[in-house]
Antibody, heavy 121, light 108 residues
């Protein structure tokens, strides 16, 4: 049973960088079939795609966030991470780490429990 | 703004059938996936591809697609089905992932 667990600070100051790590257990992050990504959900709002990365380096990003987002994969630790720079209050959200694959569509088949990150001074 | 459009809210009487739709030009080329999210919980995949259900999802959930519209149908809605439902797929370029705005399902 694949499990994903987010970790990182729950409070980030405006203009700083949000950093989250997702630890994967029950499966290998080096699987050729899957991408590893991040989705967020502001309080009371819908889901927003942030981006994803394959261990080989291929990515699917969100053009509106691309300039501020870095997603990296660490195969030695079976972890992947998100860095979002220059944050504002609008970046306050629950951040989910996910596993996905992209056949003729997009299938997000595993989700972490979510981590609430608040941007405030 | 999302390239996939969903009705914000839908209601259904207990035991009746409800259809939740997702519209977008990219759906003429790509399948939609559907996710159920209950309050305080992470979303759960309920339908993917051409009407496929992950293990553990009741068979009252089904999916279909026609033209630019994908649909999630719940046949014999239960109180436990009251939740937010999201569709997702690729955008028209095929290079990006998009979500619909979500539909809040109320079971009366």
């Amino acid at each position: 049973q694949l499990q994903l667990q987010e970790s990182g600070p729950g409070l980030v100051k405006p203009s700083e960088t949000l950093s989250l790590t997702c630890t994967v257990s029950g499966g290998s992050i080096s699987s050729s079939s899957y991408y590893w990504g991040w989705i967020r959900q502001p309080p009371g709002k819908g889901l927003e795609w942030i981006g994803s990365r394959h261990y080989s380096g291929s990515t699917y990003d969100n053009p509106s966030l691309k300039s501020r987002v870095t997603i990296s994969v660490d195969t030695s630790k079976n972890q992947f991470s998100l860095k979002l720079s220059s944050v504002t209050a609008a970046d306050t959200a629950v951040y989910y780490c996910v596993r996905l694959y992209l056949p003729r569509g997009v299938v997000v088949d595993s989700w972490g429990q979510g981590a609430l990150v608040t941007v405030s001074s | 703004s999302s390239e996939l459009t969903q009705d914000p809210a839908v209601s259904v009487a207990l035991g009746q059938t409800v259809r939740i739709t997702c519209q977008g030009d990219s759906l003429r080329s790509y399948y939609a996936s559907w996710y159920q999210q209950k309050p305080g919980q992470a979303p759960v995949l309920v339908i993917y591809g051409y009407n496929n259900r992950p293990s553990g999802i009741p068979d009252r959930f089904s999916g279909s697609s026609s033209g630019n519209t994908a649909s999630l149908t719940i046949t014999g809605a239960q109180a436990a089905d009251e939740a937010d439902y999201y569709c997702n797929s690729r955008d028209s370029s095929g290079n990006h992932v998009v979500f619909g705005g979500g539909t809040k399902l109320t079971v009366l």
